[in-house]
């Protein structure tokens, strides 16, 4: 038999996505307001149910009224545009209505949904379950593991969207998943305003992290023995691939001024929280989260959302006991 499965699901980037993906479709539930995210991220979870059959669901909220994050720097995530009022509206109700069908919703205070993710991939390797995180954000990236896979969504929905794992990883971006997040924070993300590591692009921090391990072992190297082992090593590589010698210029990058600075506080910004109280208590049954879910409550609450195909997808998913081989 194998592990029971965790379904992590990144509800507010669920709801970005198919708010600009199904604004077209105008589409209101039984009370007048917009639905179109809401409904399409619901679909899209059905979909993910259907496919994983997993033992519990997870979806992790934005809290929308403080950041630690911004707090600490204040133009982060700033460029982006202005939220439509339409998806602001269902951004607030999306908590409630995956409460009211009996999920399980975790909205840490000035936290992110990137940080209950971190933590369900940290659970579930503390718990020995399986753990498929669902979102269009690379974020997650940094917690694929033998325990945790990365399904991103993106253009062909769940069926055409992607499932990461650390060899699937490796190919696409050439580095060990364990040293993703050091490669992001080397490269910055532009999404939420953080700049990366002055002359780091993708290809240098994948080879830098490839080459030496991880980027503790570059700055103790740098501190103990000048970067001698890091020149050697980069240019040792250089030399077998037929490339210039790079380890001398790769060194002075990391010794210009700020750079170690840069590096520690993006590290600290884009580093998800692992210590989050997610409430899951597999082993009390029908407590929320875990499936399967009340039939009554699939009828009312996704049928406020005016949709009968997908309320009769609902009770079909989420009414059976998980199918585990």
């Known amino acids: 038999m194998t592990r029971p499965l965790l379904l992590a699901v990144d509800a507010p980037s669920l709801l970005h996505r198919n708010h600009h993906a199904r604004a077209e479709s105008g589409l209101r539930d ?6 179109w995210a809401l409904h399409g991220m619901l679909r899209q979870i059905l979909q993910a149910i259907d496919r994983f059959a997993p ?4 979806f992790g909220l934005d809290d929308r009224t403080s950041s630690v994050r911004e707090d600490r720097y ?21 908590g409630a209505l995956l409460d009211a069908l009996g999920m399980l919703t ?7 949904a990137d940080d209950v993710n971190a933590t369900a991939a940290t659970w579930a390797v503390e718990h020995d379950w399986r753990c498929v995180l669902v979102t269009s954000d690379r974020d997650a990236f940094a917690h694929i593991s033998e325990h945790t896979q990365v399904l991103r969504l993106i253009n062909g929905g769940i069926d055409g969207s992607p499932l990461l794992n650390p060899a699937r990883l490796r190919t696409m971006y050439g580095i060990r998943a364990e ?3 050091e490669y992001a924070v080397l490269r910055g993300d532009a999404s939420d305003n953080l700049p990366g590591v002055p002359g780091f692009g993708e290809k240098t921090a994948a080879v830098l992290l490839e080459q030496m391990g991880s980027m503790d072992a570059v700055w103790a190297d740098i501190e103990h023995c000048d970067g001698a082992t890091l020149v050697a090593t980069l240019d040792s590589w250089c030399e077998e691939a037929g490339r210039p010698r790079m380890g001398a210029s790769v060194l002075k990058k990391l010794l210009a001024p700020g750079v170690r600075e840069r590096f520690d506080f993006n590290l600290a910004m884009m580093s998800g929280r692992t210590d989050l109280d997610l409430g899951l208590t597999p082993d009390v049954p029908g407590s929320p989260g875990l499936l399967p879910l009340d039939p009554d409550r699939i009828s009312q609450v996704v049928g406020y959302l005016g949709v009968p195909a997908t309320t009769d997808l609902a009770l079909r998913v989420l009414t059976q006991e998980p199918q585990r081989e």
């Open 30 to 35: 039984r009370g007048g307001r917009p639905a």
């Open 106 to 112: 975790v909205t840490p205070r000035g936290l992110e």
């Open 55 to 58: 033992d519990a669901v997870l």
């Open 179 to 181: 040293h993703y997040l």
């Open 74 to 94: 204040p133009a982060y995530k700033a460029g982006r545009a202005e939220k439509d009022h339409a998806l602001v509206d269902q951004l607030e109700r999306a």
